[in-house]
């Protein structure tokens, strides 16, 4: 959606939110206009005044429903689901199902940076410090009881997953992602079975992680999160712990802390089986997603030469994929 479209919806969304905040906190409270927030790649995202509060209200588009990554009803659920927890989310402060649907949430502050990707970059110590505390924080998510969260389909399992990015790669030109097939091939000929299914966030890294310093104050984005394998999302993060693995979009830190030791905070010391299925996955779904991106800016649907500089990323990490499976 343009700018100028995203600031007429927010002229006719903002008079809705006013009138249920005011419902909820007083006829008096002062609401301010909605203000277009950078960033999120799902539903519009926009900042206001509450009296003394600041929030985020995120929005379904205008002609879209509360479906997919556009359903912004399921992200609320998961908020508040989770606001009892030790997971750090934002607190909901008030929900609107009358389509376009939309919700407000505390505007948490923090920086949520991907070390390795974004800018300005993050001082190496401070992008390790934080690592380590995402890494700490993961196993309290997946031990939230699935009986607090309102789950509303069956688990994942890895051949889920699997079959869930084939589905995304299948739709890019295998000119763009040499060697997917070959590593497509290798994590189908042995899918580990699932193991006891948990809270997944599904995009789980510094970049959906709000910190202070290094305290992670808030995990944002639950667009599409589920019940599935723990496993899936610890290989996913680690994906983004070594800059090598994106030549030409990313960085090396230096510092940051190995696999083995972000592994063993999540498993305080212990063990996972079969890990290395699951950080191969982790790289043929970033492939996939980036081959995605590329496909649609060199079709014409949304221009963007930065997305030029993905092929070598896209080659490594298809290659170091297939290096995990041996």
Same mark, same amino acid.
């Given at each position: &959606? ?45 900042? +206001? ?7 985020? %209200?995120?929005? %379904? ?10 359903? &912004? ?5 998961? +908020? ?26 505390? +505007? ?22 934080? &690592? ?11 031990? %939230? ?31 763009? %992602? ?20 948990? +809270? ?127």
């Amino acid at each position: &959606m343009s700018e100028q479209a995203a600031l007429g919806h927010a002229d006719a969304l903002g008079p809705r939110v006013a009138a249920t905040l005011r419902a909820s906190q007083g006829d008096d409270l002062e609401v301010g206009a909605l203000s277009i927030m950078p960033g999120g790649h799902s539903g519009l995202t926009y900042r +206001l005044t509450a009296g003394a509060q600041d929030l985020v %209200v995120k929005a %379904v588009p205008p002609g879209q429903r509360s479906m997919g990554r556009h359903d &912004m009803l399921r992200q609320a659920r998961i +908020l508040q689901a989770l606001a009892d927890t030790d997971v750090p989310v934002p607190v909901v402060q008030a929900v609107d199902e009358q389509e376009p649907a939309w919700f407000a949430m505390d +505007l948490v502050a923090g920086e949520s940076l991907e070390p390795v990707l974004d800018d300005p970059p993050v001082e190496p110590a401070l992008a390790a410090a934080r &690592m380590r505390r995402a890494a700490e924080v993961l196993p309290v998510m997946h031990a %939230v009881p699935a009986a607090m969260l309102p789950v509303d389909g069956p688990p994942l399992t890895p051949a889920d997953e699997l079959a869930r990015w084939i589905r995304t790669m299948d739709a890019v030109p295998p000119e763009l %992602v040499p060697e997917a097939g070959r590593l497509q091939a290798k994590l189908a000929a042995d899918v580990p079975d699932g193991v006891e299914p948990v +809270l997944v966030h599904g995009d789980y890294r510094l970049g959906n992680i709000l910190s202070l310093h290094a305290d992670p104050v808030a995990v944002i984005d639950w667009e599409i999160w589920s019940i599935g394998d723990p496993r899936v999302e610890l290989g996913w993060f680690l994906v983004f712990a070594d800059g090598t693995n994106f030549p030409g979009v990313g960085r090396e830190v230096p510092g940051l802390p190995a696999e083995d030791e972000l592994v063993g905070l999540y498993t305080a010391g212990g063990r996972l089986d079969l890990l290395e299925w699951f950080n191969a996955l982790g790289r043929f779904k970033m492939a996939a997603i980036m081959g995605h991106n590329l496909r649609r800016h060199r079709e014409g649907r949304h221009h963007d030469p930065a997305q030029e500089k993905l092929p070598a990323t896209i080659g490594r990490l298809l290659e170091s994929g297939l290096e995990r499976l041996g």
